[in-house]
Structures are given as C-alpha cells and as structure tokens.
DNA sequence: TTGAAAGCGCTAACAA
DNA sequence: TTGTTAGCGCTTTCAA
C-alpha cells in the first residue's frame, strides 16, 4: 500500500540507493537525477518509513512523557498548557511526542526502561519531580537523556527548568504581610513533591524577615485539587483561631479554598485573604480574582522540550539547567486593590 | 547496548528463530528450551525492539491522537481529563498514544497523512470534530482506523462517541424555564464546531416547548474561552434589556460569564442564573457552584480507545457507535436550591 | 523440535 | 556519479 524507495527505484530507472541519496540531498548524485526521484517521490506521495528508518538511524526521533497520575483521572488545566508547549517544540524540531500514563510505584520505573530498550524513544520529558525521584536517578545513571520540570533534592546535577518557587513565595509572604495580615495558614501537598517544600521555605523565610515566628503558620496537607483545598480550609474554619490568610501551594486548592469561604458568607480578601500559586487561566476569572504567581507552563514546555532535543542531538547546552523568576500577580483575592498595571497578560 | 535475539541465542545455544518463537510461547518449541530461553532472557532483561517488530509486523500498537489547536496555547481543563482516558486504555490494551499538535487548516491533513504513511501509527482518534471534517471524510475514504469523540454533519456512518447534546441542552432549557425564566441568552462558538449547534437546538426545542419563541433568544459567539464568555457576557450587560438566564455551550464560558456578572455586582443564580455543559471539575467549586451537563469525559476517553484497539485489531464493534444519556447536575447557578441527591459523584 | 533463509524498508560503507 | 552488499532486529515460511 505505503510507497516505497524499491518503487520509486523501479519507476525511476535507478538504484534503491540512488534514490535514498537523491531525496535525502547528498550531493554526490547529479541534479538531473535529484530531479527525477524527487518528481516522482512527489506524485506518488513518497513519505520515508519512519520504523526503517528508525531501526537503521538506531534514532526514533521520539521523545517520552510519562504523566505520573495518582487515580485514574488526571485533570488538571496546567498540564494540559504545559503538554502543548512541548509538543509544540517538538513538532518544530521533528520530534513526535509519544505519552503515556502510569502512576507511581510499581510499573513506573519498569515503563521508562522499557521505552528505551524497545528503541521507540530518544529522550524524557520528567514532570512533577519528586524529592528522592528514583526516575531521575535511574535516567541519569543510565546516561538517557531527559530534561525536567522540576528539581529533586540532593540537588544532582541534571538538566531541568524550574520556576523559583521559594522566591515567589517570598513575594507572597512579602505582599501579604504588608497588607497586615499575620495569622497566615499554609495548604500543602504529599510532602514528596519538592517544590512544595521550595514554597512553603519561601513563606518562612518572609515570615521570618518580618519578624514573625514561622513555626506558628499552621500547615494543612492537601493534594493539589480543589477538593483538598476545599476540604483542609474548612477545617481551619470549623477549628478555633482562624488565619487571616490562607496561602494555597497551587491555584487549584485556592479556589477550593475560597469555595469553602464563599460557603460560610465569608469574604475572600477582606475577610481573609487566599493566594495561590501558578496562575493558571482560571486564577484571573475566580470570584475574586486570584492572586497568584505567574509560571510561564506554556514557555516551561517549549523550553524543556528544546533541551532535551539539543541533548539528544548531542549540541552543546547553553545552560544545563534554567531556574526562572517568578512574577506576583496581585488581584484581589488577597485583599490589596486590583493594580491595574499586573493585569495585562494574565 | 541493548539485548537482541541474536544474544539470546548465542547465550542459550539455540538458534534466533528457536529464540523467538520460544518467547512467542509457539508450542513446537519444547517446553526445556522454553524454560531456558525465558530463563536468560529476564536474566539479561531483554526487551524486544519495538521497531523491528512493527516493521516486521506492519503494526506499530501505537494510536495517533492529533490536538487540533489554534493558537499556540492550548489550556482546557477538559482534554486532559479524556487524554487520560485515552492513554490509561491504551495502556491496558498494550497500546502507545502518539500526541501531536496540530491546528486545523495547512498541514493538518498532511500530517494525517504522513503518520499513516510513514508506518508510525495503526489508528486515530479524533477529537473536536467540525460539521464538515476533512479529517474524518479523509480517514473514511482511506480506510484507516479511526474513532472520532463527536459527530459530523451529513451523519457518515463512521464510530464515534458522543454525549446527546440536545437533549442535554433540553434539560438544561426544561430546568430553567421551569424556574421562570424567560429571557435567555445563549454563548456560542465558533459555527463549525457542531456539538454547539447540537445544544443551541436542544435549546430551541425546550424554549418551543414551553411555547416561548426560540428566534427571541440572543445569541453571542465565543470561542469556549472563560476569556471570551466573560467579554460576550460583558457586552450583553452593557446592553439593553439583559437576559434572566444565560446559557453557555460549555463550562468555561459560563465561568467566564460569572466573573462579568459578579463584576458588576450582580447575583449569578438569583439575579441572572448561568449555566455551563461539561461539568468540569471546576464547575462544583465555582462560586455559585454552576449547574451544568455532566459529560463523562474520562470514560468516554477510555471507551473511545477500546473502540479504536478493536477497530484496529479486526475484532467486531458491538457497537460502531454511542451517544450517551446527558446528566442534569443541579447545583445553585441556576438560581435553585441546591438539590442533595444530584450533588453526589460531581 | 529446530534452524536456515528471506525479507520488512531503510541507510551506509565500499566498489566500480 | 552510481550500484552492490551488508545489516538494523525481528518474524515467518520452509526444510531438515
């Protein structure tokens, strides 16, 4: 069915070989002879088989993501942006994108050795990296080349892009404090994901450069849903001594967070004040808007993607590894008047 | 680097073929060699070359899924959850999900076409279907597998899965109407897109239902956006005569349409209900919570995929083809108490 | 029960 | 400038 080098050979007159020189540009084959095979490649719709070629080059042109879900369902608005950065990228550089779901634990590790000893990818996307992540671990003692969004914790030297997590935090705590609020209460995550740990260091540090005892932030563990938010914020409330500000480790237990204050009557901002972190598109449209901090996931995406094919090509990185600053976006959520300044691009 | 056959059987003694067709489980093998051939192979953990074998096979197991995307982002708290859907039956079933991103127009058939061609996948599955698509028009004719999540305009018979839109909008038109109001305004999308021009007729159906004239219904075009939900809604205020009720195709415009409203100083559910079709995550934990159309969008994922593997495995469809009940989720958009029975499994 | 040989479609070293 | 040959790793006739 699919056309072939062997019948563009026949059709052509010349050789299998002549014909795979021809369109692949060599110049040891004369012009009229290009000529003639790109012509007739052209008519009949030639297009290379990728898994010849491939199993030749010993190159997939494949990079790997693996989404590390817990449950069955996965929805989650960052990603998604995040998926289409990269595969944005890839569809530049002429890498296809090969996805696949698979949770922690168990088969994981089995999944990304198995993708590279069958041949069928080049690299891997990591996401949602983890404070001792044994997949970067393994990828980067088996020299396959990767690139993370994200760090681990031993701080090994491996590429990835990150966005300064503790910085923005800072911002938070900063803008928060100034806005006189002290009583605050942090919604953390699994404690293996390590840029919760980079945010909540952050906020500790604000605490502390205003003079405020840290140990006294009460923390609630969540899991990065909105239903977590929702949930560990009504707990603040139906408890004594509720914060003047929740400060939520990402968007999503934000919103959940002032879901479960919309539902006591109590007010987001001026009652008490709720960041998140993130901004993803529904940050700008909550009631009252999200503020948050901006990470470029669409960029994040690309910029991962594009090392990784460097790495794979075997090009020199620029920089291995990019951690990028973070941007406060102040809306309302935490009590301070909309600047209308921070509003573009959200 | 890698452990091939031809390893294996210098290992074991036999021969590449005897190799093979013992780990095949082929039962002209003796069970001895057998043993001995499983035995080295997890010794050395081979891992058979995924290129070899499709190449060899004209089967790749892998299934192209194409993001039609416009613009560069792409942030739809929707696909991730039906991607991994898709991706974790794929998984189950032995399958690799191929992503690409791809906007309609230029190279989207072209690249249909090529990953067909090039041997790199066995099969499609097609989202965001379009009133005419060229995608599907193309896939048929070529007799390339395929299972498309929505339908077509001529009504081709082809599989798809798809939730009944117009009934869901009835339901959604019978509610509101029930409720007393009466002046409705509907947020659209762009026209090629049918499953909004299925829920506007659902729409129109309720309204001559309950004896109210569809043609009085304003109608303003989006592009599923919160974004452009809350500039439609916007201009609708600035307008004279606002509507009673506004109805969005789908969730994130209606939150979009919220945040307008709660702009305004408006009350979503008593002074003007909105409501949404998707029943996003977000839906449950917006403010009001938003009355929408429950579509089941993880399973659909997931039966979408087994359709395809069948399709493409030869085995006989039950069914070629599914359109799912819609679910009325009440929650207090709408302006209605809020009923306890449709609050669970939101 | 086993192995030799051919071939999937392609690229690349080497000859001519 | 072109063609012959070998081989990527696998499966599958066909003989032995």
């Known amino acids: 069915m699919a056309v072939t080098l062997k019948?563009?050979?026949?059709?052509?007159?010349?050789?299998i070989t002549t014909v795979s020189r021809a369109l692949a540009g060599y110049d040891d084959v004369s012009e009229e002879t290009k000529g003639l095979v790109r012509r007739v490649a052209d008519e009949l719709h030639y297009t290379p088989n990728f898994l010849a070629r491939s199993l030749q080059k010993r190159r997939s042109r494949t990079i790997s993501l693996i989404l590390p879900t817990v449950g069955p369902r996965f929805s989650?608005?960052?990603?998604?942006?995040?998926?289409?950065?990269?595969?944005n990228m890839a569809a530049e550089r002429g890498y296809d994108l090969l996805l696949s779901v698979q949770a922690p634990g168990e088969g994981e590790m089995e999944l990304y050795r198995r993708k590279v000893s069958s041949g069928q990818v080049d690299g891997f996307v990591v996401v949602r990296t983890r404070?001792?992540?044994?997949?970067?671990?393994?990828?980067?003692?088996?020299q396959v080349p990767f690139v993370a969004f994200g760090r681990t914790e031993n701080g090994a030297d491996f590429p990835f892009v990150?966005?300064?997590?503790?910085?923005?935090?800072?911002?938070?705590?900063?803008?928060?404090?100034?806005?006189?609020?002290?009583?605050?209460?942090?919604?953390?995550?699994?404690?293996?994901?390590l840029f919760v740990e980079h945010r909540l260091d952050g906020l500790r540090q604000a605490m502390a450069a205003h003079g405020?005892?840290?140990?006294e932030m009460r923390i609630l563990q969540g899991d990065l849903t909105q239903k977590s938010g929702y949930e560990a914020t009504a707990s603040l409330l139906d408890g004594a001594n509720p914060p003047s500000a929740i400060v939520a480790c990402n968007d999503l237990m934000a919103l959940g967070a002032m879901s479960a204050l919309h539902e006591r009557g109590i007010s987001v901002g001026p009652d008490i004040a709720v960041t998140g972190f993130?901004?993803?598109?529904?940050?700008e449209h909550a009631h009252p808007p999200l503020t948050t901090i901006h990470q470029p996931i669409y960029e994040i995406g690309r910029m991962v993607c594009e090392k990784l094919v460097r790495l794979i090509a075997g090009t020199e990185l620029a920089s291995r590894s990019e951690i990028l600053e973070p941007r406060l976006i102040v809306r309302s959520s935490c009590g301070a008047p909309r600047k209308q300044s921070e509003q573009a691009g959200g």
Chains 1, 2 share one sequence.
Not at 181 to 190: E, N, V, Y
């Open 162 to 193: 990150d966005v300064d997590g503790a910085k923005g935090m800072r911002l938070i705590g900063d803008h928060l404090i100034g806005l006189g609020r002290r009583r605050i209460a942090f919604l953390s995550s699994p404690s293996e994901l």
């Open 212 to 215: 405020l005892d840290p140990d």
């Open 7 to 15: 019948q563009l050979a026949e059709r052509t007159g010349k050789s």
């Open 76 to 87: 989650d608005p960052f990603f998604s942006e995040f998926l289409t950065g990269v595969g």
């Open 278 to 283: 993130d901004d993803i598109p529904m940050a």
């Open 131 to 142: 404070r001792r992540d044994p997949r970067i671990a393994w990828l980067h003692k088996s």
